[in-house]
C-alpha cells in the first residue's frame, strides 16, 4: 500500500495548528510573567497560577486521554477475556482517582504553594530520601513518554501506511519545540485544540463504523456468542478481587503522577482546583463512550465481508492494533483519516504533560533543591529546557523497544502505587512520619510485591497468599497483592517512623546517630513551602494586592 497523501497533508495541517498554538501561548505566557512579579521558573511549570477553571479543566481531561488510552479502551472491549466489564472498572477507577484528588489532595497541596508533589517530602524528610523519591517520580513520567508515543506510531503505520518511527519523531519534535517555548501556558492551551479535535473526530467515526453493511447490531452482539465472543466480557467469581485490585491500582496510583499535582498546583485557588478535578472526572468518561462503541462494533464485524479478511484481528494476534484496523477496513479514507488525528492530538496532550512533569521534578526536586541551591532563575530555566530535551529524545528511543514498552509501563505503574502513593499519604496526613519510616516503607511494600510474583515478569511467587493455584504450569495469584503491598507500605513507614522517633526521643539511640534529623520534628509544625515555592507564595500576595490596586470599578468574576 503506498503512502496515504491525503492524510499526510491532513496531518501536517494538524501539526501545524497545535505548534501555532504553542507559540502563540508561549507569547501569552510572556506578556503576562510582564504583567506580573512571576519569576520565569514559576511561569514555566505552573503558569503563576493562574490556570482558571475553564482551561485547568481541559488540559485535565486532555492529561488522561492519551492515545494509548484511546487505542486500549477499544482492544479491552474487543478482547473477549475483558470487554466492557473490565473497561469499565478501569474507567471508574481513572474517574475516582480525579475525584479523590480534587477531594483529599489538592487542597493540602494547593494550599501551601508547593511547586511539585516532592517539596513536602524535602520540607519533612530532607535531600537524602527525597533524592530516591524524586528518581521514582521521573521514572513514572519519564516512561510514560514511549509508552504513550507507541500508541500513535501503530495507527499512523496502518492508516497512513507511514514508517512507524518516523511519525514518532515527528509528533515528538512537535511537543517538545511547544513545551520548551511556552511551558505550562502551551501545553494547556495546546490541550484545548487537540481535546476539541479528539472528542469531533472520535464521535464522527462512530457511525460510520457502525453503519458499515458487515457490522452487526451491537445490542444484539452484546451478551450473545455470534461471530465474536460476547463483548459484554466474563466476569468469574474468583477474579472479583484481582479486578478490586485493578479499581484501586488506577484509582489511588494515579495519584502518584506528578503531572496530576501539576495542574492542581497551577490553578487560581483551591476552589478552581478541586471544580477541574471533579468536572475532569465526568468528561473522562464521556469521551471513553466512542472508544468503546468502536470496539463493540469491531466485536460485531464479519471481517471474512471486509477487506481485511479472514481470520479476524484477535485471532491473528493483532487485538491491539483493533481501532486502527476499524478506520482502516470500515469507514471511508477521510473518517479514518480523521480518526488518526484524534489519536495523535490525544497522544500530543499526554506526552506534553509527561516531558513537562520530568522537567519539573528535576529542575526543582533535584537539580535546584540538592544539587544548586545557589542557582539563579534563569539558571534554572535552561535546565528545564535540557530536561525536556533529553527525556523527550531518551522517550522516542525507547518507542524502538516494542516488546520492552509493556514491561516499562507496567514497572512506572508499581512504582506509582507502591512507592509514590503511600509515601505522599503518609507526608501529606500523617505527623509522626519521617525519612527512616519512609526508607524501610518503601522496603516492606517494594519486597512484598516482588516476593508476590508476576507472570509478566517472569516471576514465581514466593509468598502464596489465600487463593493462589498453579495453572499450566504457573502460579496465579488471585488476592488483590498489589494492594497489599501498598497496604503494607503505608503501616510499614508509620510503624517504623513511630519507633525510630521513641527511641531517638527517649535517648535510647544517641542523637549523633540522627542522620535524617528526626528529634528536630518531635514537635510536628505545619508543612510551609521553602525558596522557591516561598517566592512564589510572596509573588501571589502582591499580584492580588496589584490587582486590587488596579480595579477602578467592579468588574465580573468570570473565573471559578
Not at 479478511?309 to 476499524?326: C, D, K, M, Q, T
Request: net charge neutral.
Amino acid at each position: 500500500m503506498a503512502v496515504n497523501i491525503p492524510g499526510l497533508i491532513a496531518m501536517v495541517v494538524f501539526y501545524l495548528l497545535v505548534l501555532g498554538t504553542g507559540i502563540w501561548a508561549s507569547f501569552k505566557s510572556k506578556r503576562k510573567q510582564k504583567k506580573s512579579v512571576a519569576t520565569g521558573v514559576d511561569m514555566v511549570l505552573l503558569g503563576n497560577r493562574s490556570i482558571n477553571c475553564v482551561v485547568g479543566i481541559f488540559t485535565m481531561t486532555a492529561t488522561l486521554v492519551g492515545g494509548g488510552l484511546i487505542i486500549a479502551t477499544a482492544e479491552m472491549v474487543y478482547t473477549p477475556s475483558m470487554g466492557l466489564t473490565r473497561t469499565m472498572v478501569i474507567h471508574m477507577a481513572y474517574s475516582t482517582f480525579l475525584i479523590i484528588g480534587g477531594l483529599v489532595f489538592a487542597k493540602p497541596m494547593r494550599e501551601r504553594n508547593f511547586m511539585t508533589m516532592l517539596d513536602p517530602f524535602h520540607i519533612k524528610y530532607g535531600k537524602v530520601v527525597t533524592a530516591g523519591l524524586s528518581l521514582a517520580s521521573l521514572t513514572t513520567d519519564g516512561l510514560w513518554v514511549p509508552a504513550t508515543l507507541l500508541g500513535l506510531g501503530g495507527i499512523m503505520s496502518v492508516v497512513l501506511d507511514l514508517s512507524h518511527s518516523v511519525c514518532i519523531w515527528i509528533s515528538a519534535a512537535i511537543v517538545i519545540i511547544y513545551t520548551l517555548l511556552g511551558g505550562l501556558y502551551s501545553v494547556a492551551y495546546t490541550d484545548i485544540i487537540q481535546l476539541v479535535l479528539i472528542f469531533l473526530s472520535l464521535w464522527a467515526c462512530v457511525p460510520f463504523v457502525l453503519m458499515n453493511p458487515s457490522c452487526l447490531d451491537i445490542s444484539q452482539t452484546l451478551m450473545n456468542n455470534t461471530l465474536h465472543a460476547p463483548w459484554i466480557g466474563t466476569i468469574e467469581l474468583k477474579k472479583i478481587w484481582i479486578m478490586m485490585d485493578d479499581f484501586l491500582f488506577f484509582s489511588l496510583g494515579s495519584l502518584g503522577y506528578q503531572c496530576f499535582h501539576q495542574r492542581t498546583l497551577a490553578a487560581t485557588s483551591v476552589a478552581t482546583a478541586r471544580l477541574t478535578c471533579i468536572v475532569a472526572a465526568f468528561l473522562f468518561l464521556v469521551f471513553g463512550i466512542p472508544c468503546v462503541l468502536l470496539g463493540a462494533a469491531a466485536a460485531s464485524t464479519d471481517w471474512n465481508l471486509t477487506t481485511y479478511g479472514s481470520p479476524p484481528p484477535y485471532e491473528r494476534g493483532e487485538a491491539n492494533l483493533v481501532l486502527p484496523i476499524a478506520l482502516q477496513h470500515l469507514t471511508p479514507t477521510f473518517i479514518a483519516i480523521i480518526g488518526t488525528a484524534s489519536v495523535a492530538a490525544a497522544v500530543m496532550s499526554s506526552a506534553d504533560s509527561a516531558l513537562l512533569s520530568a522537567a519539573s521534578v528535576f529542575s526543582s526536586n533535584i537539580y535546584k533543591n540538592i544539587m544548586r541551591p545557589q542557582a539563579s532563575d534563569r539558571e534554572i530555566q535552561w535546565v528545564i529546557r535540557a530536561s525536556v530535551v533529553v527525556v523527550g529524545l531518551v522517550g522516542s528511543s525507547l518507542t524502538s523497544m516494542k516488546n520492552s514498552i509493556t514491561l516499562f509501563w507496567f514497572l512506572a505503574a508499581e512504582v506509582a502505587y507502591v512507592i509514590t502513593f503511600p509515601q505522599l499519604v503518609c507526608v501529606l496526613f500523617f505527623n509522626i512520619s519521617n525519612g527512616y519510616g519512609a526508607v524501610l516503607g518503601v522496603l516492606v511494600g517494594v519486597t512484598i510485591r516482588l516476593l508476590s510474583g508476576d507472570p509478566s515478569l517472569g516471576l514465581a511467587p514466593v509468598i502464596h497468599f489465600p487463593g493462589c493455584t498453579l495453572e499450566d504450569g504457573v502460579y496465579v495469584q488471585y488476592s488483590p497483592v498489589k494492594t497489599i503491598s501498598m497496604l503494607s507500605a503505608i503501616a510499614a513507614t508509620l510503624l517504623f517512623s513511630y519507633l525510630v522517633s521513641v527511641l531517638f526521643n527517649k535517648g535510647l539511640l544517641p542523637e549523633k546517630w540522627d542522620v535524617l534529623k528526626v528529634k528536630a520534628q518531635h514537635s510536628p509544625q505545619p508543612l510551609t513551602p521553602t525558596g522557591g515555592a516561598t517566592e512564589m507564595n510572596e509573588n501571589e500576595t502582591l499580584n492580588r494586592k496589584n490587582s486590587e490596586g488596579e480595579a477602578s470599578e467592579p468588574m465580573m468574576n468570570t473565573e471559578c
